[in-house]
């Protein structure tokens, strides 16, 4: 069974970096064509796609977070990691890692689902 | 603001049968992406619950059921249950946002 678990600080002060890893077991990051994503989640609101890393190392990211956001993989440890630059309150949120299962559909459409998640972390952001 | 549109909240007696909309637009589900439900019960981090607009992983039971037509999507539980109470959550691909995976805002299940 694939387990996901995240782990960094839980407090960053504001204009500091978030750095997050998610360790991934039960499997290899190296099996299948699968893509690792950061999802994250505000307290008390929804879901936030922040971005992912597809199997072929290209990363993606959310618009509004293009620039301060980068996420990077190391197969050899089995593990992905989150860095958010220049962080303010606003960021304060649960910040989920999680496997992308992505496929093309029947008309060619790419489409992905996040099925595998982790228990999640809260990082909150204050001086 | 979210990109999918989701009802606040939906409540029903056990037994029931409730379903939660999720409205797009013609960047996303109106442009034939599929659509994800997930379900993350109080304190715990999100499930999938429906894949590919219909398709429930192993160990869902088939009380679940996701259909999609247009623009909007909608997930169905029948024979409600007091451990189905949870926030329910539809994804989706918008085509314009480069590669961004969109969520809707959420739905509170509450079971009376």
């Known amino acids: 069974q694939l387990q996901l678990q995240e782990s960094g600080s839980g407090l960053v002060k504001p204009s500091q970096t978030l750095s997050l890893t998610c360790a991934v077991s039960?499997?290899?990051?190296?099996?299948?064509?699968?893509?690792w994503s950061w999802i994250r989640q505000p307290p008390g609101k929804g879901l936030e796609w922040i971005g992912y890393?597809?199997?072929?190392?290209?990363?993606y990211y959310i618009p509004s977070l293009k620039g301060r956001v980068i996420i990077s993989r190391d197969k050899s440890k089995n593990q992905f990691s989150l860095k958010l630059t220049s962080v303010t309150a606003a960021d304060t949120a649960v910040y989920y890692c999680?496997?992308?299962?992505?496929?093309?559909?029947?008309?060619?459409?790419?489409?992905?689902?996040?099925?595998?998640w982790g228990q999640g972390m809260l990082v909150t952001v204050s001086s | 603001q979210s990109v999918l549109t989701q009802p606040p909240s939906v409540s029903g007696a056990p037994g029931q049968t409730v379903t939660i909309s999720c409205t797009g637009s013609?960047?996303?589900?109106?442009?034939?992406?599929?659509v994800h439900w997930y379900q993350q019960l109080p304190g715990t981090a999100p499930k999938l619950l429906i894949y590919?607009?219909?398709k429930r992983p192993s160990g869902v039971p088939d009380r679940f059921s996701g259909s999609k037509s247009g623009t909007s999507a909608s997930l169905a539980i029948t024979g409600l249950q007091a451990d189905d109470e949870a926030d329910y959550y539809c994804q989706s691909y918008d085509r314009n946002l480069s590669g961004s995976g969109v969520f809707g805002g959420g739905t509170r299940l509450t079971v009376l």
């Open positions: 890393i597809y199997h072929g190392g290209t990363t």
């Open positions: 999680a496997r992308v299962g992505s496929y093309y559909d029947s008309s060619g459409r790419f489409s992905y689902y996040f099925d595998y």
């Open positions: 590919g607009n219909n």
């Open positions: 013609s960047s996303d589900i109106g442009a034939g992406y599929d």
């Open positions: 039960g499997d290899s990051m190296s099996s299948g064509d699968y893509s």
